[in-house]
């Protein structure tokens, strides 16, 4: 299963690479609050006493030996802007839009001591305040680990039974069944895609493409679903892909008899809420990890329901930061699921993706898109931040 690298984004608004020391003293009561912060190793610098809703701009100077994390909080705890690392000596801009409140900027440095601003206040109104995070303790992914965990027990003996199935269509020489059967095998798979980072070398064993092997298809050590695939489709014997679908099931069933030892990063479920359907749209969408089955479109929807099945286990920390965010994903994949099945035959056989029209891909992409740019919050919303 070819997978695409997200670079998680810790911080609520980007940040800049460095700016200069705002010079000069802040007023009581400035249009747009800011200026200088020094980060010292006793304390975190003053900000102004007050300010009007809008923008604030402050810069934050380092000025210890050690490292430190800065974040601008409420008196709720919630973040509204961060510098997830700043370097001794380094100056990077904490910077967002405020509603009324009262505020503070909190410095925590590298060597473990805390530092907070006292607290400064902003009155009025503005368009474009940031809804604050709420600080995410390690801890209260354990839950929805453990129930991921959970489904992933339950969804497992699936593949393998699958996997048997495509071995015996295999054994007594049923190409046709097997055909039917792959695809039931390699959509059980797909559906797991928050978990593959767990699954070690038995991922390559499994779903692994033929990309990146020295003899591509031909590669005597290319093994697991696409392999099967390509045989399948390029008519290969049943007497050659033999070998492929009885070291199918011994992976699957190796995957299963290792799975309790595995561990399922805390991290990981948030940034794959977002990263299964990014792989989507990289590697399903432009069928660029199709093997002959001409079936992307039938994982890409295999992908909607992992998907659906991550934002579930991560539902109450979800809703607790961003009510309403999980209704609009769910009514989202809704709409592209819709997209996808329309794109099958009317025999409900599914189309390959290089031959739907092209008012069906503008649909998908347009979908996909407005999908994506919503679940890509998730990381950022669910990011530990157990020190704000």
């Given at each position: 299963?070819r997978?695409?690298s997200?670079?998680?984004?810790l911080?609520?608004?980007p940040?800049?690479t460095a700016?200069?020391v705002?010079?000069g003293v802040?007023q009581?009561?400035?249009?747009?609050?800011g200026?200088?912060?020094?980060?010292r190793?006793?304390?975190?610098?003053t900000?102004p006493?007050a300010?009007?809703?809008?923008?604030?701009?402050?810069?934050v100077?380092d000025?210890?030996n050690?490292?430190?994390?800065v974040y601008?909080?409420?008196?709720?705890?919630?973040?509204y802007?961060?510098?997830?690392?700043?370097?001794?000596?380094?100056?990077?801009?904490?910077a967002?839009t405020?509603?009324?409140?009262?505020?503070a900027?909190?410095?925590?440095?590298s060597?473990g001591?805390v530092?907070t601003?006292s607290?400064?206040?902003v009155?009025?109104t503005?368009?474009?305040?940031?809804?604050?995070?709420k600080?995410?303790p390690?801890l209260d992914l354990t839950?929805?680990?453990?129930?991921?965990?959970?489904?992933?027990?339950?969804a497992?003996?699936?593949?393998?039974?699958a996997?048997q199935?495509?071995d015996?269509?295999i054994?007594?020489?049923?190409?046709?069944?097997?055909?039917?059967?792959?695809?039931?095998?390699?959509?059980d798979?797909?559906?797991l895609?928050?978990a593959y980072?767990?699954?070690?070398?038995?991922?390559?064993?499994?779903?692994?493409t033929a990309?990146?092997?020295?003899?591509?298809?031909?590669d005597?050590?290319w093994?697991?679903l696409?392999?099967?695939?390509y045989?399948l489709?390029?008519s290969?014997?049943?007497?050659?892909?033999?070998?492929?679908?009885q070291?199918?099931v011994s992976s699957v069933?190796?995957?299963?008899?290792?799975?309790p030892?595995?561990?399922?990063?805390p991290g990981?479920?948030p940034?794959?809420?977002h990263?299964?359907l990014e792989?989507?749209?990289?590697?399903?969408?432009?069928?660029t990890?199709?093997?002959?089955?001409?079936?992307?479109?039938?994982t890409a929807?295999s992908?909607?329901?992992?998907?659906?099945?991550v934002?579930?286990?991560?539902?109450?920390?979800?809703?607790d930061?961003?009510p309403?965010?999980?209704?609009?994903?769910e009514t989202?994949?809704?709409?592209?699921?819709s997209?996808?099945?329309?794109?099958r035959d009317?025999?409900?056989?599914w189309?390959p993706?290089?031959?739907?029209?092209?008012a069906?891909?503008?649909?998908?992409?347009a979908?996909?898109?407005?999908?994506?740019?919503?679940?890509?919050?998730?990381?950022?919303?669910l990011?530990?931040r157990?020190?704000?």
């Amino acid at each position: 299963m070819r997978r695409a690298s997200w670079q998680v984004r810790l911080a609520v608004l980007p940040i800049a690479t460095a700016v200069a020391v705002v010079a000069g003293v802040a007023q009581s009561h400035p249009t747009a609050a800011g200026g200088p912060i020094a980060v010292r190793a006793a304390d975190c610098g003053t900000p102004p006493a007050a300010a009007d809703a809008g923008r604030v701009d402050f810069a934050v100077t380092d000025d210890t030996n050690v490292f430190a994390t800065v974040y601008l909080v409420d008196t709720a705890n919630r973040v509204y802007a961060e510098i997830p690392w700043l370097t001794p000596g380094r100056t990077l801009p904490l910077a967002t839009t405020l509603g009324a409140g009262r505020y503070a900027i909190r410095c925590v440095l590298s060597n473990g001591k805390v530092h907070t601003t006292s607290q400064f206040s902003v009155s009025g109104t503005t368009s474009g305040a940031v809804a604050g995070y709420k600080p995410l303790p390690d801890l209260d992914l354990t839950a929805p680990v453990k129930a991921y965990r959970a489904w992933l027990g339950t969804a497992l003996p699936k593949l393998l039974a699958a996997s048997q199935t495509l071995d015996a269509d295999i054994a007594r020489g049923d190409l046709q069944a097997a055909k039917t059967d792959w695809l039931t095998a390699h959509l059980d798979y797909e559906r797991l895609g928050a978990a593959y980072n767990s699954f070690g070398d038995f991922d390559a064993a499994i779903d692994g493409t033929a990309a990146g092997l020295p003899d591509g298809t031909a590669d005597k050590s290319w093994a697991g679903l696409h392999a099967i695939e390509y045989g399948l489709w390029h008519s290969s014997s049943a007497l050659a892909i033999r070998p492929l679908t009885q070291a199918l099931v011994s992976s699957v069933q190796g995957l299963i008899d290792d799975f309790p030892s595995e561990e399922v990063d805390p991290g990981d479920l948030p940034l794959r809420a977002h990263e299964i359907l990014e792989n989507t749209l990289q590697f399903q969408i432009t069928a660029t990890a199709d093997a002959g089955s001409g079936t992307s479109l039938a994982t890409a929807y295999s992908n909607t329901e992992g998907t659906r099945e991550v934002l579930s286990v991560l539902a109450p920390l979800i809703d607790d930061r961003a009510p309403g965010l999980r209704a609009r994903l769910e009514t989202e994949i809704s709409t592209l699921q819709s997209d996808l099945t329309a794109t099958r035959d009317a025999s409900g056989a599914w189309t390959p993706a290089p031959a739907i029209t092209a008012a069906q891909r503008r649909r998908i992409d347009a979908d996909l898109d407005q999908l994506l740019e919503d679940l890509s919050t998730i990381p950022d919303l669910l990011a530990p931040r157990t020190n704000a």
